[in-house]
C-alpha cells in the first residue's frame, strides 16, 4: 500500500470470492460520506453474502469483542476489501506489527486512535466457501481462532496498556521499508 499513487488507496484480500463489483460500491460510499475509510461488511444490510451459520455466529461474537475493546462504530472489520485516504496510510502503516490474524483490527484501531473517526461499512456480494483451517470442524480451527483472539489481545494491550501506537513511542516502531512511504504521490 505504501508504493500506491494517489488519495485514496484501496486493497482487497486474495483468495475470498467478492463480486469485483463492489469496489465501485465502496468507492461510493467512499466519496458519499467523505470517509477517512470504507470497509467492505457482510454484516451491512445490503450485503450479499452466503456462509455457513457456525461462521455468522463466530463473526458476530468476535465483532461485539472488537467492539468492546477498541469501541469501534462497525459491525464487520474482517472483509478484506477496504479504501483509505491516503493520509490515514502514512500515519498507521509505520506503527504496524500485526502480519497475520488481526492486521484488520490493528489498522482500523489505530486510524481510530489517532482521529479517523469517520469509518463506515459498505454492501459486498460474497460466497465464502471454507476449507482447511477456516472450517469450524477442521483440526486447524481452535489454533487459528486461538491466533485470532490472541493477535486481536496484543493490539489492546499495545493501544490501550503499553500506547506503543503513539507518536512519543515511535522509536520503537519496526517498521519495514515497504510500509515507508516515499512522499511521492
Known amino acids: 500500500m505504501a508504493k500506491a499513487r494517489g488519495d485514496v488507496i484501496a486493497f482487497i484480500d486474495a483468495g475470498i470470492e467478492l463480486n469485483p463489483n463492489g ?3 465502496l468507492l461510493e460510499h467512499f466519496e ?8 467492505g461488511s457482510k454484516r451491512h444490510p445490503a450485503s450479499k453474502v452466503v456462509y455457513p451459520w457456525q461462521r455468522k455466529i463466530l463473526s458476530f461474537g468476535y465483532q461485539i469483542f ?3 475493546l477498541f469501541g469501534l ?16 496510510l502514512e500515519k ?3 506503527r504496524l506489527l500485526v502480519k497475520a490474524f488481526a492486521f484488520d483490527v490493528e489498522i482500523l484501531s489505530i486510524a481510530n486512535y489517532l482521529g479517523f473517526k469517520r469509518i ?6 460474497m460466497n465464502m466457501r471454507f476449507t482447511g483451517a477456516s472450517t ?9 481462532a486461538f491466533n485470532v483472539f490472541w493477535d486481536t489481545l496484543a493490539v489492546f494491550y499495545r493501544l490501550r496498556i503499553l500506547r506503543f501506537y503513539d507518536y512519543k513511542n515511535r522509536k520503537n ?3 519495514p521499508d515497504y510500509l515507508t512511504f516515499k512522499g511521492s504521490k
Open 23 to 25: 469496489l465501485s460500491m
Open 173 to 175: 516502531w519496526i517498521t
Open 120 to 125: 463506515y461499512e459498505a454492501p459486498v456480494e
Open 73 to 88: 462504530k462497525v459491525k464487520d472489520t474482517q472483509v478484506g476489501m477496504k479504501f483509505f485516504r491516503r493520509e490515514v
Open 66 to 68: 472488537v467492539r468492546v
Open 92 to 94: 498507521t502503516l509505520p
Open 136 to 144: 469450524i470442524a477442521s483440526r486447524g480451527f481452535v489454533k487459528t
Open 32 to 39: 458519499w460520506y467523505g470517509a477517512d475509510i470504507i470497509i
